[in-house]
């Protein structure tokens, strides 16, 4: 790091609060500045190239440097920089993305909605939930599930949703009327000798055991990512999705698909929901949507929840939520350039075709003494480090090896994430093999790094 009192390292720690950082230890090691970004490659202040392995935050589908998305942005900013969606105005970006997202799910649905982030979707989401809940005349049905290591943003809702300990503790979260169920992470959560469909059954059976005891008719929605990410990318197993599906329509209660980070190309599918059998009544789509050049977020919802909202809308006078930067007409312009090129280059296949490299590379390290287990599927993964490979425990402290590392993985020219001991990888769309290649490469020397470190034999 720069340490001159006026670098801009040192400006960022006088100034700029970080999200997702621990704030003591940023004044003494300071940010990574990232100047601008070529393909899956971004380059920091001081000219140092980086593959970002991760995508960003999981959302740069078409890299750091498309064209066609800048001159769509200027093209609309200088045509209707600004309009919204209130009181029945309207603008063609938002009704064409609106229409084009519709006739793209894999289901059904009804309408598009359009928020700013993934936060606010799942919070639109849950709101919608409660407000079709009155419309019915079923005002206990208010609860909603979710799981434990989900990750559904911070808002104070879209934060209950979620289900892990970083986004509720000390934030006096989750709020009431958020239940969460078990994990599908069959390595860490399996007892011994169980099957993957036999874990998925017990699953079920503890989905159906904690709706039956807080009453059926108080449960209105169940909320999940095809693909657990933030809460270290957790591939559901055999007949998971299948068997819970089962357990909501016994009981009449709305999925929601948080196709946050599965949508648009991740799994190989266009939508986790096609990769896992998943018929949800809403979905929540962001990131990819626009490849993150510009915020916005959107759910589809399908005509049982849509139908019983407009009603209520209509018996009150409004539907009384809607944000002033909702389907921004830079943003929807920007994402409907995004989703013609995710097609044209046909970046799902490409998701396919390289991810299988991807896996199949990453699944080597399998039988190293640090790792305890590798999953993903497509163009997402990750790598759970661990100390004791028997007993699946980390290195000293949970984490420390994720760290380790990650970090090794910034000084071989690779950004990637550590969730815990949970390394993932979640590149562009447009990745080729060859790079893959250079990624798997620099991940070889950085768990070698970390072996010596840690006194492993490699
Ligand atoms: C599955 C999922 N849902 C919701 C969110 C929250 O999105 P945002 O950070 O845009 O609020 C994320 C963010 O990573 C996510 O991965």
């Keep these: 790091m720069d340490a001159r009192p006026n670098s801009p390292e040192a400006r960022d720690i006088s100034y700029h609060m970080h999200g997702y950082t621990n704030a003591r230890k940023h004044e003494e090691a300071g940010p990574l500045v990232i100047e601008k970004g070529d393909g899956i490659y971004v380059e920091d202040l ?23 998305l800048v001159d769509a942005a200027v093209r609309q900013m200088s045509k209707l920089p600004y309009y919204h969606d209130f009181g029945s105005k309207s603008h063609s970006p938002l009704i064409d993305l609106a229409e084009k997202l519709v006739q793209m799910a894999p289901v059904p649905m009804s309408k598009a909605y359009f928020t700013n982030s993934g936060s606010e979707a799942n919070d639109t989401a849950m709101k919608m939930i409660w407000y079709r ?87 209105a929605a169940f909320f999940g ?3 657990m990410g933030a809460g270290g990318v957790i591939v559901p197993p055999a007949g998971y999705w299948e068997k819970i599906q089962a357990v909501l329509s016994k009981y009449d209660i709305l999925l929601v698909a948080d196709e946050v980070i599965c949508g ?24 990819q949507i626009s490849s993150s050049y510009l915020p ?48 044209e280059r046909d970046l799902v296949g490409n998701a396919r075709r390289v991810g299988a490299h991807m896996q199949e590379r990453l699944r080597k390290f399998a039988s190293h003494p640090l790792v305890g287990e590798v999953r993903g599927v497509g ?13 699946k425990t980390p290195w000293e402290t949970a984490g420390a090896l994720g760290g380790l590392v990650n970090g090794f993985m910034q000084q071989n020219g690779v950004i990637s994430r550590n969730m ?38 490699s």
Aim: proline letters at 6%; hydrophobic letters at 40%.
């Design 296 to 343: 916005i977020s959107a759910l589809l919802i399908n005509e049982k929840v849509f139908g019983p909202i407009a009603d209520e809308s209509n018996r009150i006078g409004t539907f009384g939520h809607g944000f002033t930067g909702g389907g921004h007409p830079v943003a929807a312009a920007v994402a409907l350039e995004n989703l013609k090129l995710i097609e």
């Design 133 to 219: 809940s009155n419309a019915l005349g079923q005002p206990a049905r208010k609860k909603i599930i979710s799981r434990i290591r989900g990750y559904h943003g911070v808002t104070i809702a879209s934060a209950s949703l979620t289900g892990l300990p970083n986004n509720h503790n000390s934030f006096d979260l989750p709020i009431g009327n958020v239940l969460h169920t078990s994990t599908p992470h069959h390595w860490r959560e399996a007892l011994p000798n169980e099957s993957e469909g036999e874990f998925s059954s017990r699953l079920a059976d503890d989905l159906e055991k904690l709706i039956l005891a807080e009453g059926p008719e108080t449960i």
């Design 420 to 457: 815990g001991d949970a390394l993932a990888f979640c590149p562009p769309l447009i990745i080729t093999e060859p790079q893959v290649d250079q990624v798997i490469e620099a991940f070889e020397r950085s768990l070698e790094a970390a072996a010596g470190q840690v006194g492993s034999p």
């Design 264 to 287: 648009f190309g991740r799994t190989g599918e266009m939508f986790g929901s096609q990769t896992f059998g998943i018929r949800p009544d809403i979905m929540v789509l962001s990131k």
């Design 46 to 68: 001081a000219g140092n190239r980086y593959i970002e392995a991760m995508a960003g935050l999981w959302s740069v589908a078409v890299g750091f440097s498309e064209k066609r």
């Design 225 to 227: 990512e095809p693909i």
């Design 379 to 391: 163009l997402i993964a990750a790598v759970e480090l661990v100390g004791d490979k028997a007993n």
